[in-house]
């Protein structure tokens, strides 16, 4: 099984912690970076492969992975010697890449099964498989529902569920075949075209645990919280 890590942004959002680091390589608690704990989540779930696409300070996350032996796999890269886009830089690897293979974000923290993504994505058959989590966001207002110039429901501060990417897909060389490599493609523009086209994604969705770390306030959480999960998220790793 093969994996792709995107790994070459700028983490701007994270900022001061991304000045020196690439995002993936921020620490989280006393000994791990995050892309360490991928590193070991994906071998544990038996990848062999892996190819990480890097760009901003791309040298450091090279020096630190390496070859991958240290975690018992083979490891390549691709450099991005400008934006891509979220899928854009699949497209300058695609020959090196299986039929099949998982693509992620080298900046969450999860205990979702990989290799089940995977798997999931070559049993179903579609373009694009995308784990998702059902996130819950309280409306601090009021809501009010109007027709014309009435009002015709209230509802006193309500709390909404929506499912949201989690930046772990299963994917197929087929879906990007259309695209020309070196330009930019977002992960948006991929699903609102497979979409117009009639070849839907899949959804995988999962309710385990799951952190995104854009922000200082989820790395600061992500570092509170790793003492009680950290044998949840090392698990078999």
């Given at each position: 099984m093969h994996a792709v890590i995107l790994a070459g942004g700028k983490g701007v959002r994270l900022r001061?912690?991304?000045?020196?680091?690439?995002?993936?390589?921020?620490?989280?608690?006393?000994?791990?970076?995050?892309?360490?704990?991928?590193m070991r989540q994906l071998a544990g779930a038996g990848f062999t492969t892996c190819t990480i696409a890097?760009?901003?300070?791309?040298?450091i996350i090279r020096a630190y992975v390496g070859d991958g032996s240290q975690w018992g796999m083979r490891v390549d890269y691709s450099t991005e010697d400008s934006p891509l886009g979220t899928m854009g830089p699949l497209l300058t690897m695609l020959d090196r890449l299986?039929?099949?293979?998982?693509?992620?974000?080298?900046?969450?923290?999860?205990?979702?099964?990989?290799?089940?993504?995977?798997?999931?994505?070559q049993a179903g058959g579609a373009p694009l498989t995308i784990a998702t989590y059902?996130?819950?966001?309280r409306i601090d207002f009021g809501?009010?529902?109007?027709?014309?110039?009435?009002?015709?429901?209230?509802?006193?501060?309500?709390?909404?569920?929506?499912?949201?990417s989690m930046g772990v897909y299963g994917l197929s060389r087929s879906a990007l075949g259309g695209y020309t490599?070196?330009?930019?493609?977002?992960?948006?523009?991929?699903?609102?075209?497979?979409?117009?086209?009639?070849?839907?994604?899949?959804?995988?969705?999962?309710?385990?645990?799951?952190?995104?770390?854009?922000?200082?306030?989820?790395?600061?959480?992500a570092n509170a919280e790793f003492t009680t999960y950290r044998d949840l998220l090392l698990k078999g790793a």
């Amino acid at each position: 099984m093969h994996a792709v890590i995107l790994a070459g942004g700028k983490g701007v959002r994270l900022r001061p912690y991304t000045t020196a680091l690439p995002k993936p390589l921020v620490p989280i608690g006393d000994q791990h970076a995050i892309l360490e704990i991928v590193m070991r989540q994906l071998a544990g779930a038996g990848f062999t492969t892996c190819t990480i696409a890097i760009g901003h300070l791309g040298h450091i996350i090279r020096a630190y992975v390496g070859d991958g032996s240290q975690w018992g796999m083979r490891v390549d890269y691709s450099t991005e010697d400008s934006p891509l886009g979220t899928m854009g830089p699949l497209l300058t690897m695609l020959d090196r890449l299986p039929e099949h293979f998982l693509v992620m974000n080298g900046d969450i923290l999860t205990d979702l099964d990989f290799r089940a993504v995977l798997r999931a994505h070559q049993a179903g058959g579609a373009p694009l498989t995308i784990a998702t989590y059902c996130r819950k966001v309280r409306i601090d207002f009021g809501v009010l529902t109007t027709d014309s110039k009435q009002v015709v429901g209230f509802t006193e501060k309500p709390t909404l569920d929506y499912r949201v990417s989690m930046g772990v897909y299963g994917l197929s060389r087929s879906a990007l075949g259309g695209y020309t490599p070196g330009l930019p493609l977002g992960f948006d523009e991929l699903v609102l075209d497979l979409l117009r086209d009639g070849t839907s994604p899949a959804a995988h969705e999962f309710d385990g645990y799951w952190l995104d770390i854009g922000r200082p306030d989820d790395y600061d959480r992500a570092n509170a919280e790793f003492t009680t999960y950290r044998d949840l998220l090392l698990k078999g790793a």
